[in-house]
């Protein structure tokens, strides 16, 4: 494999919500599409309630199987009694990407405006898989695939992506 070929990633997608289900599910059927179009393999797929410890079983179980490199989740990210992906999630992580967020803010302000700052989109690292978190709207869940994460999981986008560091990861684990 050379380096102007792409590396299908096996990704997890999440939905985070006590009211959406399959049929229903928009934001979820659009990270499924984007990723799938990017080439990478959508392997898992789950629809969960807003509850602290259904979210941090289902994500442990994706984290601890080797198979799987990347988690999408979307949902329980905003401020409302119920949410609480944050408050789920972040306790799993061996490290943060504090900028994923701020750039998700930064990318969403000039759509939504000041309502951005209720967004508490996040990032990190568990287990060498890499977990975006975002907001449940499918347009929140088009800006961040659009605006970061479709090249950060392109082995080829250049200086860097997170390609690169879960391969490097993975070899040192």
């Known amino acids: 494999m050379t380096a102007d070929e792409p590396v299908a990633l096996n990704i997890a997608v999440l939905t985070v919500s006590d009211t959406r289900n399959f049929a229903n599910d928009t934001s979820g059927d659009y990270l499924v599409q984007s990723a799938e179009a990017a080439g990478h393999c959508v ?11 259904h979210l941090r079983a289902s994500v442990s179980q994706w984290i601890a199987d080797p198979a799987i490199d990347v988690v999408l989740s979307t949902g329980g990210t905003g401020f409302s009694g119920r949410d609480s992906t944050p408050e789920a999630l972040v306790p799993l992580f061996d490290k943060q990407i504090e900028g994923f967020g701020e750039v998700f803010r930064q990318l969403s302000l000039t759509e939504i405006g000041s309502s951005t700052i209720q967004s508490r989109a996040f990032g990190g690292f568990a287990n060498n898989t890499v977990i975006f978190c975002m907001p449940g709207s499918t347009g929140a869940c088009r800006t961040a695939w659009q605006g970061i994460i479709e090249q950060q999981l392109d082995s080829r986008h250049r200086p860097c992506n997170f390609v690169g560091v879960l391969r490097a990861r993975q070899q040192e684990a």
Not at 43 to 53: E, H, P
């Open 43 to 53: 392997v898992a797929r789950a629809i969960v309630k807003d509850d602290i410890y």
